[in-house]
């Protein structure tokens, strides 16, 4: 798994589909290749102050490292996006199931 943290990749990836859950929003855009799997991570200032974000990512980056490694598709970049306060306070195992449920629907459009 790469992560990615240029602009133009963000914004590739946020004309691809989307599709939200209650704990994160999730973006994700085909590349046609067989490159691996990347993914970049993102909080507003909605989420709260720079300790709040951080935490928010960190959590992301753990839920991905465990379900995209099963769920992630090769060729695919994708994109978490922290909501505010649901990100951080959400349980850890509810947070895995809600990215499992996105990238289904995802991967299934």
């Known amino acids: 798994m790469q992560v990615f943290s240029k602009r133009s990749e963000f914004l590739a990836a946020a004309r691809a589909r989307r599709?939200?859950?209650k704990g994160m929003m999730v973006q994700g855009r085909n590349r046609h290749d067989d490159d691996g799997?990347?993914?970049g991570f993102t909080c507003s200032k909605k989420v709260g102050n720079a300790v709040a974000r951080n935490r928010a990512k960190r959590r992301l980056r753990e839920v991905a490292r465990i379900v995209l490694a099963s769920h992630g598709k090769p060729g695919w970049d994708y994109v978490l996006i922290g909501r505010a306060t649901e990100?951080?306070?959400r349980p850890f195992e509810q947070l895995q199931s809600d990215l499992v449920y996105a990238l289904k629907k995802i991967h299934s459009k």
């Open 19 to 21: 599709q939200g859950s």
């Open 37 to 39: 799997v990347r993914v």
């Open 87 to 89: 990100t951080a306070a």
